[in-house]
């Protein structure tokens, strides 16, 4: 239940830090960044094991950048004309970039560990196999929709082109659920209880934005 712990803490400072991000979004990528960096000193073995243990949950497991992930994504539910999409909505590509560039710590160190392995044709079971497939296509994802949040690249693309290509963040979000899924999956049916609990969490926020991104679907079809 860690990740629903750090969607809480993200959310609020989301909210908190809303006006911060807007006027100095430059500082919160150099954050990520330096976030990213530290990741890979504590990879080195150079920090020490409680600074690891948080940056493992933040980073290897993806758990801050997939939280900013899902606030992103729910921004676009919130009710038009509410306090809350008024005050997210207007940092929604600041958010995805930092969250993008978290992700590229968490892509670069299962890339390192698991590409030369897959690729040389070690022993990895169809699960690893597919989820690695997943984790690819997730990457070239992450990459276009990342450019294309920064406004310098937005502003030079024609409008409704910019909407297509940000349409494939439901693309992302949904692969990103397969790939935890395969990813967990060999742990939780053995019986671990930690990855059991990942997977009531991700599935839970899941299926919640996805009940209600189709709600919200058939309200536009009816006014329509």
Request: hydrophobic share 60%.
């Amino acid at each position: 239940m860690a990740f629903l712990l750090v969607l809480a803490c993200t959310a609020a400072a989301c909210f908190l830090l809303r006006t911060q991000i807007k006027k100095f979004p430059a500082a919160f990528y150099l954050l990520a960044v330096a976030l990213d960096a530290l990741f890979v000193a504590g990879c080195l073995g150079l920090l020490p094991w409680f600074v690891w243990d948080g940056l493992s949950l933040l980073v290897r497991r993806c758990a801050l950048a997939f939280s900013l992930f899902t606030v992103v994504m729910f921004i676009g539910l919130l009710p038009v004309g509410s306090k809350a999409r008024s005050w997210l909505m207007p940092v929604r590509g600041e958010l995805s970039i930092v969250a993008c560039i978290l992700a590229l710590g968490h892509a670069a160190f299962y890339l390192i560990s698991y590409a030369p392995r897959l690729l040389a044709g070690g022993a990895a079971g169809a699960n690893m196999r597919a989820s690695f497939v997943a984790a690819v296509v997730l990457l070239a994802l992450l990459l276009v929709l990342g450019v294309t949040s920064f406004n310098a690249v937005k502003n030079r693309m024609r409008s409704t082109t910019w909407k297509r290509v940000q349409r494939l963040a439901y693309l992302f979000f949904a692969l990103a659920y397969v790939h935890l899924a395969l990813s967990l999956a060999p742990s939780a049916l053995q019986g671990g209880a930690s990855a059991q609990a990942s997977m009531v969490a991700y599935t839970a926020v899941f299926a919640l934005y996805a009940a209600l991104r189709a709600a919200l679907f058939r309200a536009d079809r009816r006014k329509a």
